[in-house]
């Protein structure tokens, strides 16, 4: 594997983990709107049925996210991120509210992934649980 194939793979796995967010802040918000629905029309909730999953693992994964943001030492490229997967704005909006250059985000965002690429890759090396 060469050396752009790793760092691209490496940045496919940071969208990836940093993208969790989003989800896990949807699942939080389904299953609280399903709870508030069943209680409106008091009937049981089927959420737990439905919505299958642990809302501390889903509060702990964007806990981890968040904090693997802010592990970052650049501030532009943890702002970046920071707009871009934990409040879901796009990178252009970004770029605008801190303004910079949209080129100029892009290659903050690149930079930024690139970094969380290699702290997840660090973080698993030194897992105890890994297979």
């Known amino acids: 594997m060469t050396e ?6 490496r ?13 896990c802040l949807d699942l939080l918000k389904l299953k609280r709107y399903e709870r508030h629905r069943a209680e409106k029309f008091d009937e049981p909730c089927r959420c737990e049925d439905v919505l299958m ?30 707009h871009r997967y934990i409040r879901g704005e796009s990178v252009e909006h970004a770029a605008g509210v801190l303004g910079i250059s949209r ?3 892009y290659r903050a965002h690149k930079r ?6 290699i702290l997840l890759e660090r973080k698993k090396r030194n897992d105890p649980f890994r297979e």
């Open 103 to 105: 080129r100029t985000a």
């Open 4 to 9: 752009e194939e790793r760092t691209e793979a």
């Open 112 to 117: 930024g992934l690139a970094i969380v690429g």
């Open 11 to 23: 940045e496919a796995q940071a969208r990836e983990f940093l993208a969790g967010y989003q989800l």
């Open 53 to 82: 999953g642990n809302e501390a693992f889903w509060r702990a994964r964007m806990d981890e996210i968040e904090r693997t943001i802010a592990a970052l030492r650049n501030g532009r490229d943890k702002l970046i991120l920071y």
